[in-house]
């Protein structure tokens, strides 16, 4: 299988690892046969564990890892104790080239430190963000940051839009995507300095995308820009609240249908739109964020992801490292003149 995509699986991270990982990996498996799995973490719980699951004895190689970094860890105690544990080795892989992507449902704080730290970042970007697909009316959007950087500057979010803008053109398949920042009103004296900023300098610069200005909360589900661009704090919000409903909807249409025998023969009419429907708003179907802006790909999963979870996160994996979406998001920062990179090259020039 020389040549084959390889995937390294951080197998120890995740809120059911490492079962959830392999049963994840099993069903990746059979989507995407040609690929291999590079599986880090505690050889004495995996070997057997990958025994007992047939399909994955040809295309799977456990590495020994020391340590887990868990969901408390500091990102600078990662930075200190988690070089060697099986997300930090999952990481290294992609840095001496091994691997082609990592992925691991563990830590967030610590995924992101840990990358930043050994994959460093493309040229013209100063912090790395974290994207991902969300359900709306119109299909899928892209979103980002979902929660790597608290604080964001004007051109943190001018970076996110161009990054972004790269991750749809690859992802959705949109050639000019329309791209959006998140913020309290669509008007242009709304919003807080730095969207204020980041949204005039999008306005005044010619770029691959449509910058469409404002989006309210509300947007999100209808899907009205195919990017929307926020600080990682406002967007982490944003995601759970948006789970957190999906979730709410689906227990309610659960209850109001055991309600009567009138409403469950109901149920038994509707149950098949209701699948599509849960389907639809199950965050497991739309799992898999990456952190753009590395030197590198890395893919985080949901902590508390299902085998399908871990499934969806490994096909977003696959096709990022496919589409060599690097490559597309440093020809992009190059169209966009006004970052930092190109200013200080023209100035060392003149």
């Known amino acids: 299988?020389?040549?084959?995509?390889?995937?390294?699986?951080?197998?120890?991270?995740?809120?059911?690892?490492?079962?959830?990982?392999?049963?994840?990996?099993?069903?990746?498996?059979?989507?995407?046969?040609?690929?291999?799995?590079?599986?880090?973490?505690?050889?004495?719980?995996?070997?057997?564990?990958?025994?007992?699951?047939?399909?994955?004895?040809?295309?799977?190689?456990?590495?020994?890892?020391?340590?887990?970094?868990?969901?408390?860890?500091?990102?600078?105690?990662?930075?200190?104790k988690g070089r060697t544990s099986s997300m930090g080795l999952a990481i290294q892989a992609v840095a001496d080239g091994t691997a082609q992507v990592a992925v691991s449902a563990g830590n967030t704080g610590a995924l992101m430190a840990l990358a930043k730290f050994v994959l460093r970042t493309l040229p013209g970007i100063d912090r790395p963000a974290l994207v991902t697909l969300l359900p709306t009316r119109r299909g899928e959007s892209a979103m980002l940051d979902l929660g790597a950087n608290v604080e964001c500057s004007a051109e943190n979010l001018i970076e996110f839009a161009v990054m972004g803008a790269a991750y749809a053109r690859l992802v959705l398949g949109v050639s000019r995507p329309k791209v959006a920042l998140l913020n309290i009103g669509t008007e242009e004296l709304k919003g807080n300095d730095e969207v204020k900023q980041a949204a005039e300098r999008l306005r005044a610069t010619e770029l691959d995308f449509d910058f469409?200005?404002?989006?309210?909360?509300?947007?999100?589900?209808?899907?009205?820009?195919?990017?929307?661009?926020?600080?990682?704090?406002?967007?982490?919000?944003?995601?759970?609240?948006?789970?957190?409903?999906?979730?709410?909807?689906?227990?309610?249409?659960?209850?109001?249908?055991?309600?009567?025998?009138?409403?469950?023969?109901?149920?038994?009419?509707?149950?098949?739109?209701?699948?599509?429907?849960?389907?639809?708003?199950?965050?497991?179907?739309?799992?898999?964020g990456m952190f753009v802006g590395l030197n590198g790909l890395v893919v985080?999963?949901?902590?508390?992801?299902?085998?399908?979870?871990?499934?969806?996160?490994?096909?977003?994996?696959?096709?990022?490292?496919?589409?060599?979406?690097?490559?597309?998001?440093?020809?992009?920062m190059a169209l966009f003149g006004s970052r930092p990179a190109v200013e200080a090259a023209e100035a060392a020039g003149s």
């Not at 990982?21 to 505690?42: C, K, M, N, S, W």
């Not at 926020?230 to 689906?250: P, Q, R, S, Y």
């Not at 023969?265 to 898999?288: E, F, I």
């Not at 949901?302 to 994996?317: D, R």
Request: hydrophobic share 45%; glycine share 12%; aromatic share 4%.
């Open 1 to 80: 299988m020389a040549g084959a995509l390889t995937i390294a699986l951080d197998a120890m991270g995740g809120d059911h690892a490492p079962g959830v990982i392999l049963d994840g990996t099993v069903l990746a498996r059979e989507q995407h046969p040609g690929v291999r799995y590079l599986l880090f973490g505690d050889e004495s719980v995996l070997r057997p564990a990958v025994d007992s699951r047939p399909s994955l004895k040809d295309c799977v190689t456990v590495v020994p890892a020391e340590g887990v970094i868990d969901g408390s860890m500091k990102p600078s105690q990662a930075l200190r």
């Open 212 to 288: 469409v200005g404002f989006a309210e909360g509300n947007d999100l589900g209808e899907g009205t820009a195919d990017v929307f661009v926020t600080d990682g704090f406002t967007g982490n919000v944003a995601l759970k609240t948006m789970e957190g409903t999906a979730l709410l909807i689906t227990h309610l249409f659960r209850r109001a249908f055991r309600n009567s025998v009138m409403s469950m023969l109901g149920y038994l009419l509707a149950r098949g739109g209701l699948r599509t429907l849960r389907a639809h708003l199950d965050p497991n179907t739309h799992n898999g």
């Open 300 to 332: 985080k999963s949901h902590g508390g992801a299902n085998a399908a979870g871990i499934a969806s996160a490994i096909s977003v994996a696959k096709d990022l490292a496919q589409g060599d979406l690097n490559a597309r998001i440093a020809e992009d």
